[in-house]
């Protein structure tokens, strides 16, 4: 018989950022427990959840668990009996630890001979016990990112609990978590249904849950809030701001969605619009409205929880709120601007940006020095404005206004800039510094922020390894990963070819005239961390892992010119019937030079075979064109030139013998060719990644 569960964990408000992700581990952690414990489900299972409760349905769930067929191996069949075929205190033992009669042992063949073993077979128990004695453990496991204790309560979780519902197939599945027995009983809305609801199962609850005004699928009730705040919009002639992400957090934030459209003096709309809109909507929750002509109007929605009974009061309290955050802004805007931009930087002197790297100040003064060096290299004749932007870039941090808005870094400082009449190209340099935001977030335009991003960030990058902030695990609280992944874009980006070795070598040098590090030591690491942080970038890229190695393994400097050889290399690896064969023979090279690491240089005037004339006259020919093609970034006419050296390369290994044992100055010549081979072939991959 298939069941019906309905498990509802009734708690104080839950965190809007925590309750997606807090589902999605409370659902994988039942499907588990279920899937262990041998507990079928033909129906699936669902999670659903408001800021007060955290719903999990499942459909198609057995009743009892699967029976259990144990074969267990007992001791050897002569030791088991004597040799009269009687048993002995072995099969005796054995027989009692297992339960079952002596005579019923029977023996099996296995490859050390015959053994005593006992079939036993161990019936499911009622998935209700399961259920019973499993989901308080499951409950205190959920990862949430921070949990609570209360009162004398040790039970940890993300809110006080205070009730369960827990219905299987009807009936109360009966335990006690955190001082709370479950029970059939819910609650609804808290204002607009506070009364207890008495539940007999699924349907049951969903019509209960509609009529005391909670919407627990959290899409239905984002689909809600886009709706009521667009009719609240409308009433003013506006439009909301397109914030998929704010709907999402609202609509965390709520179990019955309602909307008022606010406004407020329009006086503060002589703000830069990315101070109201920000005040707004991260402070408030509030969505900005924009008349049709996309510019911003002196209104704002507000989702509310409840349907007010008043909505003209409810109004004026948002606009209140609202008016003493933008009267702030208005202040923060009026002081920051009595202290020039650049005036600030001095100010940076007593910011600690880390304790064994030293103040905002010091980095500035670093990052400053690389971009005028990456400058010199890819933007020659905007020198003057990457070094203005690099001195201006961080001094907005210690206005008022980021600090009352630290997601408006950058954008503030842009902001000054051009009420300070610095060219467009300067202010659009200080905010796209930043850029990109996120991972796959939009790249910076200008050259200029480009130019600056990437000496920050490379900054940044060397100064937490020379100190021993490596990224561990999932941590990383400097975000390097991402700033290497940054790097990294826009660079592909901005189409420049630098050199990743250089620009790493310049941000150590400058580094080391501060902090005492091992020079060596962390420019390897850095180099491998950035690589391996492309390498995830192109397997997300949908990208073979082995194709991605063959690459960067041979060489990873310029990342320019990297793609353009995978996507060669992947080219030529599907339509070239040479591909294999090129792969084997390299690995043959590799193996021979796996245990030499001396140089060598041949000398043709030592060959003894023809074989070795041969193959180095075939290398001799087409040497000097394969470079030209990699120079060209002609990667696939470069692998279909070295493809034909495989049959010289094949008929040296046959016609000689490498490691010449009886003559070192033989065999150190024919390493020496094969090293010219090796190193041809590593201009365009490391062939010895592929599986074939």
Not at 185 to 210: A, C, V, W
Not at 465 to 478: K, M, N, Q, R, Y
Not at 607 to 632: G, I, N, P
């Given at each position: 018989m298939a069941n019906e569960l309905l498990l509802e964990i009734g708690t104080e408000e839950i965190p809007a950022g925590y309750l997606a992700e807090g589902l999605a581990q409370w659902r994988r952690l039942v499907e588990d427990c279920l899937s262990e414990n041998r507990v079928e489900i033909t129906g699936g299972v669902e999670t659903f959840g408001t800021p007060r409760r955290l719903v999990l349905i499942g459909k198609g769930i057995s009743e009892r668990q699967t029976d259990l067929v144990k074969e267990i191996t007992g001791p050897p069949r002569s030791v088991a009996y004597d040799g009269e075929g009687r048993p002995t205190k072995a099969a005796v033992g054995f027989a009692q630890k297992q339960g079952v009669p002596v005579e019923t042992l029977q023996c099996i063949e296995t490859e050390k001979g015959e053994y005593l073993y006992v079939k036993r077979e161990i019936p499911g128990r009622p998935t209700a016990e399961i259920l019973a004695e499993s989901l308080p453990v499951?409950?205190?496991?959920?990862?949430?990112?921070?949990?609570?204790?209360?009162?004398?309560?040790?039970?940890?979780?993300?809110?006080?609990?205070?009730?369960?519902?827990?219905?299987?197939?009807?009936?109360?599945?009966?335990?006690?978590?955190?001082?709370?027995?479950?029970?059939?009983?819910?609650?609804?809305?808290?204002?607009?249904?506070?009364?207890?609801?008495?539940?007999?199962?699924?349907?049951?609850?969903?019509?209960?849950?509609?009529?005391?005004?909670?919407?627990?699928?959290?899409?239905?009730?984002?689909r809600i809030v886009q709706e009521v705040v667009q009719r609240a919009a409308e009433k003013v002639g506006g439009r909301p701001a397109d914030d998929p992400e704010l709907v999402g957090i609202v609509a965390n934030l709520v179990e019955y969605p309602s909307a008022v459209c606010g406004s407020f003096d329009r006086s503060f709309l002589d703000i830069p619009d990315v101070v109201p809109i920000t005040a707004m909507r991260e402070h408030q929750k509030y969505f900005a409205v924009y008349d049709p002509g996309g510019r911003l109007m002196p209104n704002f929605v507000a989702v509310n929880n409840t349907v007010a009974r008043d909505q003209a009061a409810v109004q004026r309290g948002h606009e209140r709120v609202l008016r003493a955050r933008l009267s702030d802004a208005a202040f923060f805007l009026k002081?920051?601007?009595?202290?020039?931009?650049?005036?600030?930087?001095?100010?940076?002197?007593?910011?600690?940006?880390?304790?064994?790297?030293?103040?905002?100040?010091?980095?500035?003064?670093?990052?400053?020095?690389?971009?005028?060096?990456?400058?010199?290299?890819?933007?020659?004749?905007?020198?003057?404005?990457?070094?203005?932007?690099?001195?201006?870039?961080?001094?907005?941090?210690?206005?008022?206004?980021?600090?009352?808005?630290?997601?408006?870094?950058?954008?503030?400082?842009?902001?000054?800039?051009?009420?300070?009449?610095?060219?467009?190209?300067?202010?659009?340099?200080?905010?796209?510094?930043?850029?990109?935001?996120?991972?796959?977030?939009?790249?910076?335009?200008?050259?200029?922020?480009?130019?600056?991003?990437?000496?920050?960030?490379?900054?940044?990058?060397?100064?937490?390894?020379?100190?021993?902030?490596?990224?561990?695990?999932?941590?990383?609280?400097?975000?390097?990963?991402?700033?290497a992944l940054a790097i990294i874009r826009i660079i592909e980006g901005m189409g420049w070819d630098l050199s990743l070795k250089e620009l790493t070598e310049e941000a150590l040098s400058l580094l080391i005239e501060e902090v005492q590090f091992d020079k060596a030591q962390v420019f390897s690491k850095v180099v491998a961390f950035v690589r391996e942080r492309y390498k995830q970038l192109m397997l997300g890229a949908d990208y073979a892992s082995d194709l991605v190695d063959a690459v960067i393994s041979a060489d990873f400097d310029h990342i320019q010119r990297l793609r353009p050889r995978i996507d060669q290399l992947k080219t030529f690896a599907a339509e070239s019937e040479e591909f294999s064969q090129l792969c084997l023979t390299f690995k043959r090279v590799s193996n021979i030079?796996?245990?030499?690491?001396?140089?060598?240089?041949?000398?043709?005037?030592?060959?003894?075979?023809?074989?070795?004339?041969?193959?180095?006259?075939?290398?001799?020919?087409?040497?000097?064109?394969?470079?030209?093609?990699?120079?060209?970034?002609?990667?696939?006419?470069?692998?279909?030139?070295?493809?034909?050296?495989?049959?010289?390369?094949?008929?040296?290994?046959?016609?000689?013998?490498?490691?010449?044992?009886?003559?070192?100055?033989?065999?150190?010549?024919?390493?020496?060719?094969?090293?010219?081979?090796?190193?041809?072939?590593?201009?365009?991959?490391?062939?010895?990644?592929?599986?074939?």
């Open positions: 499951l409950m205190a496991e959920i990862p949430w990112p921070k949990s609570m204790r209360w009162g004398a309560v040790g039970f940890p979780f993300v809110r006080p609990i205070h009730w369960v519902v827990c219905l299987l197939n009807a009936k109360v599945v009966p335990f006690e978590v955190a001082g709370v027995k479950s029970g059939d009983t819910t609650r609804g809305h808290r204002f607009m249904s506070p009364e207890p609801i008495q539940i007999s199962g699924i349907q049951d609850y969903l019509k209960n849950m509609e009529r005391a005004f909670v919407v627990i699928d959290l899409k239905e009730r984002e002081e920051d601007r009595k202290t020039p931009l650049l005036n600030r930087l001095e100010g940076l002197r007593q910011v600690v940006y880390q304790a064994d790297l030293g103040t905002s100040y010091a980095k500035v003064q670093r990052f400053t020095r690389l971009a005028g060096h990456i400058a010199g290299m890819v933007l020659p004749s905007e020198a003057e404005n990457v070094n203005l932007v690099a001195r201006l870039c961080k001094c907005d941090l210690i206005t008022q206004m980021v600090g009352e808005f630290p997601s408006l870094q950058g954008v503030m400082g842009k902001e000054y800039a051009q009420l300070e009449g610095y060219s467009d190209a300067v202010s659009t340099g200080i905010y796209e510094h930043y850029l990109p935001l996120r991972a796959g977030g939009a790249l910076p335009t200008s050259g200029i922020g480009a130019v600056v991003g990437i000496a920050d960030r490379m900054d940044t990058i060397a100064g937490c390894f020379a100190v021993g902030l490596e990224p561990s695990g999932s941590a990383d609280p400097f975000a390097l990963r991402r700033h030079l796996k245990k030499e690491e001396r140089p060598f240089q041949p000398d043709p005037t030592l060959f003894r075979e023809a074989c070795e004339t041969a193959l180095w006259e075939a290398f001799q020919s087409l040497k000097d064109e394969v470079y030209r093609f990699v120079e060209q970034e002609a990667y696939l006419d470069a692998l279909s030139l070295v493809a034909t050296i495989r049959k010289p390369v094949d008929d040296f290994f046959d016609g000689v013998e490498v490691l010449a044992r009886d003559d070192q100055t033989l065999r150190e010549n024919r390493v020496g060719l094969l090293q010219q081979i090796a190193g041809l072939m590593l201009l365009l991959a490391d062939f010895s990644k592929f599986s074939i």
